[in-house]
């Protein structure tokens, strides 16, 4: 090859790169060539896209919106087309996601995405303040966004993480990839609460403070409670050391960035796991440990914390809930719950469809603001019905059982047995989460669940198979 070759090469490079920005936004290009760089070694081996992803899946919020090739559709697309290269030219066994995935969630919400696409249109009339609300409820955008793109990167991430752990050695490690993916969305929690302009009493009565990051605080919440629960009881439990300490400083972490989310259902949650951990173990040193460090945390905390996370805690909150707009117990959840409630009937077998709060009767006449219930439970009956939302209680019914084998399997090592047992109760607090937050769908909120059943799914033929023995 002669000098001038790449020497020109090297020009032209840098020639696109210098329209590429002035074209477009200088940052939206350097994060394009951050995600370019690392294709060839995930060309070499599917596993590192599938670490990547673990990394900027929960974060994906508040990576800058680029609609087509963005980071995200980049990466996905990368590790699909590695994995297919790589089990296209081998006799690698491909682990597929189990049935109940596809008859118990790909078709409800399928069903309910053709049931709202005659409706998607009135979401420009009922949200008329809404920016670019034409755009938004176009059919067909709201449908790739709303459907094909939440299930597309969680779905091919849960298959292509499953894939991943049966082809390593050592599945452990995917664990040191939890702790630090959870670690990127607490840093963001503690940045903006550091950065936020007004006083802490300020900061928790601002339900909106984590917006700049792309999501409520109440999402953040949800995220870091579902990534406490695994890495507490793998810190607690039997296994190497070093992955001890390491789950241990990332849990300490999350514990913090969760208490600053102000968010009560995310500290219901998180509550969830830590008593069922202390329930669990039985250890008096550890129960006795956790006590002190409440007590001083209660101690120490600021009157704006300790109110915040009181609020509406009184005789009458609960009767009062129900005739306001909005009371201190529920934010006015009860109150839209009551409102929204007789929409279930309008459809109650297969429900009005993907995001029918939209285009239900409240929100038309202007009595509800919201684009959803704040209760999952209420959002899949309005949704899907009766029949889809049986369908998706077998499919979660499924995973807390999974979780439960799994976390007795003896031919996994101590720390996947603890962090299944970890996942499991991490997913009784997000249903219990679930009573006062919304969307069923898959989102960044939910990374961490779609993680423990991306392991989970490696081990699912082991599983089955165990219980027909037993059967």
Same mark, same amino acid.
């Given at each position: 090859m002669t000098p001038a070759l790449p020497v020109t090469a090297l020009l032209l490079l840098a020639a696109a790169l210098g329209a590429a920005t002035s074209m477009f936004d200088g940052r939206l290009v350097l994060l394009m060539l951050a995600a370019m760089a690392p294709l060839p070694l995930i060309l070499r081996d599917y596993r590192v896209g599938v670490l990547l992803l673990t990394l900027v899946l929960p974060i994906s919020p508040m990576?800058?919106?680029?609609?087509?090739?963005?980071?995200?559709?980049?990466?996905?697309?990368?590790?699909?087309?590695?994995?297919?290269?790589?089990?296209?030219?081998?006799?690698?066994?491909?682990?597929?996601?189990?049935?109940?995935?596809?008859?118990?969630?790909?078709?409800?919400?399928?069903?309910?995405v053709l049931i709202a696409w005659p409706h998607i249109p009135e979401g420009a009339r009922n949200y008329p303040r809404l920016?670019?609300?034409?755009?938004?409820?176009?059919?067909?955008?709201?449908?790739?966004?709303?459907?094909?793109?939440?299930?597309?990167?969680?779905?091919s991430y849960a298959f292509l993480l499953a894939n991943a752990v049966r082809a390593s050695k050592r599945p452990e490690w995917f664990i040191v990839a939890l702790a630090a993916s959870a670690v990127l969305p607490a840093m963001a929690v503690l940045y903006t609460v550091a950065a936020y302009p007004g006083s802490f009493a300020q900061l928790t009565q601002d339900r909106e403070f984590?917006?700049?990051?792309?999501?409520?605080a109440n999402e953040f919440g949800m995220l870091l409670a579902l990534a406490s629960g695994p890495l507490l009881f793998v810190?607690?439990?039997?296994?190497?050391?070093?992955?001890?300490?390491?789950?241990?400083?990332?849990?300490?972490?999350?514990?913090?960035?969760? %208490?600053?989310?102000?968010?009560?259902? &995310?500290?219901?949650?998180? /509550?969830?796991? +830590? !008593?069922?951990?202390?329930?669990h173990h039985r250890r008096l040193k550890t129960i006795v440990a956790c006590g002190l460090a409440v007590g001083l945390f209660l101690l120490a905390a600021p009157d704006a914390l300790q109110e915040r996370f009181g609020a509406g805690i009184r005789a009458g909150a609960l009767s009062d809930a129900s005739n306001v707009r909005k009371d201190e117990l529920t934010a006015g959840r009860l109150h839209g719950w009551i409102l929204l409630a007789p929409e279930v009937l309008e459809s109650p077998w297969l429900g009005g469809g993907l995001g029918s709060?939209?285009?239900?009767?409240?929100?038309?006449?202007?009595?509800?603001?919201?684009?959803?219930?704040?209760?999952?439970? %209420?959002?899949?009956?309005?949704?899907? &019905?009766?029949?889809?939302? /049986?369908?998706? +209680? !077998?499919?979660?019914?499924?995973?807390?059982?999974?979780?439960?084998?799994?976390?007795?399997?003896p031919a996994l090592g101590h720390e996947m047995r603890s962090f299944f047992l970890g996942a499991r109760f991490a997913l009784w607090g997000a249903l219990a989460m679930a009573a006062t937050t919304a969307y069923y769908m898959p989102n960044a909120a939910q990374a961490y669940l779609w993680f423990a059943l991306g392991l989970a799914f490696a081990?699912?033929?082991?599983?089955?198979?165990?219980?027909?023995?037993?059967?």
């Open positions: 990576l800058p919106p680029v609609r087509g090739l963005n980071v995200l559709n980049f990466l996905t697309l990368a590790t699909l087309v590695s994995f297919a290269l790589r089990t296209g030219f081998s006799k690698e066994r491909v682990t597929w996601l189990p049935g109940r995935m596809w008859w118990g969630f790909l078709l409800p919400v399928t069903v309910a920016e670019n609300a034409r755009y938004l409820y176009d059919p067909m955008v709201y449908a790739v966004d709303r459907y094909a793109k939440p299930l597309l990167y969680f779905f984590m917006a700049p990051r792309g999501m409520h810190a607690g439990g039997e296994g190497e050391a070093w992955l001890k300490r390491v789950a241990l400083a990332a849990f300490a972490l999350v514990t913090l960035a969760l %208490l600053l989310t102000f968010s009560r259902g &995310g500290l219901v949650a998180y /509550l969830i796991g +830590v !008593c069922a951990f202390l329930l709060t939209q285009w239900s009767g409240a929100v038309a006449m202007g009595r509800y603001k919201a684009n959803h219930p704040h209760n999952i439970y %209420l959002e899949l009956l309005m949704d899907l &019905g009766i029949i889809g939302t /049986l369908a998706m +209680v !077998c499919v979660v019914v499924g995973h807390l059982r999974r979780f439960r084998q799994l976390a007795r399997e081990d699912w033929p082991r599983a089955e198979s165990r219980t027909e023995v037993k059967a």
